[in-house]
């Protein structure tokens, strides 16, 4: 992350994130933290990422998901410019790239 981000109260969110032990600890935490639309536009996100990098065309993403093509956008510029942070998540879950 861009060090002018990092602060101390980020460093306390993902401090108490990396705590959680399930799934179920996650909704709850989630819920407690964020409102429904929130998360919807965060979860909404990784799975933009996902189908971007499982060589899914725009439209097929817009169709399936409801994103923007400017969220699509953003999406594939972090995916192809940003810090790698979906790339360490998708190859932990066993998530291969269309070039894989």
Do not use: H
Not at 55 to 80: N, P
Not at 85 to 99: A, S
């Amino acid at each position: 992350m861009d060090d002018r981000f990092k602060n101390g109260n980020l460093d306390f969110l993902f401090d108490c994130i990396l705590k959680l032990e399930s799934k179920q600890e996650c909704y709850n935490f989630f819920e407690d933290l964020c409102t429904m639309p929130e998360l919807q536009a965060i979860s909404q996100r990784i799975v933009v990422a996902k189908m971007l990098t499982g060589g899914k065309v725009y439209k097929e993403i817009e169709t399936e998901t409801g994103a923007s093509t400017a969220t699509i956008s953003r999406v594939k510029r972090s995916l192809q410019y940003g810090a790698e942070g979906y790339d360490v998540i998708f190859e932990r879950l066993g998530i291969k790239g269309k070039n894989e």
